[in-house]
């Protein structure tokens, strides 16, 4: 049997909408045309709590996928939770992390496995059957990751003798980040599967389990701009009889990472490298608007502090072209260390932090060309609302009054 591990599409991801949509959809259709089963190792959706317009994303991508015509069919089903699945059809996939909810309570996408769109394989085991050949999948949703090993405990799961046997799961693992003690270990994976599969992570793994390979196909849609998300995005297809798999790529959006060190930096000298740089990686992309993370490090010319790098004026520049991150913590600012040396030692040249405060506000409010003679503090109070709304309609006010002071 071929085995499309398609993963992490997140549906409804605000930040590239469009792309989460049409990418889940052209790598699904592509891969249902490829293989005889669909699994989905989880965040099919971004939220726990999608809005109807995403939901009908899903549902329209799904139902779609269902009415295709599919040679392998599920024949059996169990689970730990008496769960109940309604479709035979074998698209078969796992709640991630993204879309988890307290125990019991229905995420969205046990929705889709109640609609009848996919199987929701849950703590529970699928056997799909195409001619002679079985395959039986146990997976586990996502889950906070300190609980993965005592549910799997609980649970003691055991692969089906004479079937092809796939261990589905969405978590961290400690071979791959190792930063928790609570991520699971991959020999603390249960024993006896065939194929080791998981989501989560959103760029493409190959290893081993158990001496069986394990692969993680990557997320669909760029989400983390990590360095690792530069390579092309896709999914596997795997040979059940022959034990090997490909890498198929799907078409995305563009992503580099570029790293820029600049000595000496004024804003301007910042200003006309980044934009050297951007727009010849832009340049290599045409027509397609690419993702570009800029990393920016140096140490920042005397009497310049990181505030002034025109970061917003850049971005304004570019935004019809890129969509740019631009990130300046590894820029060494002196200025303001010093200023915050300062004021974690006390001092501060014999003001309160009070006066120290007012007058670093008025400093910048004169910057911007702001009337100096302004009441600093009522303006701060006013700021201070919690409401962001509420907080500029009483600051437009409060400018109003000034400039305006005989109607007030
Ligand atoms: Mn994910």
Redesign the pocket.
């Known amino acids: 049997m071929k085995i499309a591990i398609i993963s ?1 599409f ?1 549906i409804g991801y605000e930040r590239f909408y469009e792309d989460a949509y049409i990418q889940a959809k052209n790598a699904l259709d592509l891969a249902a045309s490829m293989a005889d089963a669909l699994i989905i190792p ?2 099919v959706f971004d939220k726990r709590n999608p809005k109807p317009e995403v939901l009908a994303q899903a549902i329209n991508i799904f139902r779609e996928l269902k009415q295709r015509h599919w040679n392998a069919h599920v024949v059996s089903f169990s689970s730990a939770n008496n769960t109940k699945i309604h479709t035979n059809i074998p698209i078969i996939a796992i709640p ?3 879309e988890r909810t307290a125990e019991g309570k229905e995420n969205p996408l046990t929705l889709l496995s109640l609609a009848g769109l996919l199987v929701d394989n849950s703590e529970s085991v699928v056997t799909i059957k195409k001619d002679d050949e079985c395959v039986s999948i146990f997976a586990l949703g996502g889950l906070s990751e300190e609980m993965v090993k005592p549910r799997l405990k609980e649970l003691d799961p055991k692969p089906v003798p004479n079937n092809f046997n796939i261990f589905m799961f969405h978590q961290s693992t400690y071979e791959l980040l190792p930063f928790s003690e609570h991520f699971i270990h991959n020999d603390e994976l249960p024993q006896g599967y065939d194929l080791y599969v998981n ?2 992570i ?1 760029n493409k793994v190959i290893d081993k389990i158990h001496n069986k390979d394990f692969l993680i196909p990557g ?1 669909t849609v760029l ?1 983390q701009l990590k360095d690792g998300e530069q390579e092309e995005k896709g999914f596997f297809i795997y040979d059940t009889v022959t034990k090997t798999f490909d890498f198929i790529k799907i078409k995305s959006r563009p992503f580099t990472s570029i790293r820029i060190k600049i000595d000496s930096v004024t804003p301007k000298k910042f200003s006309e490298t980044l934009e050297y740089e951007i727009s010849s990686v832009i340049e290599k992309y045409l027509p397609e608007k690419p993702i570009i993370k800029v990393n920016v490090s140096g140490n920042i010319e005397k009497g310049f502090k990181r505030l002034d790098m025109p970061i917003r004026s850049i971005l304004v520049r570019f935004e019809d072209k890129v969509y740019l991150e631009i990130e300046t913590k590894d820029l060494v600012d002196a200025e303001t260390e010093k200023q915050i040396a300062d004021i974690q030692e006390g001092k501060m040249y014999g003001q309160s932090i009070k006066e120290y405060g007012s007058n670093l506000f008025r400093s910048k409010l004169t910057e911007h060309g702001f009337d100096i003679n302004i009441n600093v503090m009522e303006l701060f109070a006013i700021l201070c609302s919690s409401k962001k709304e509420r907080a500029l309609k009483e600051a437009n006010e409060f400018f109003d009054k000034i400039s305006n002071p005989i109607s007030s």
């Open positions: 992490d997140h989880g965040d991630g992390t993204h989501g989560h959103h997320s989400t």
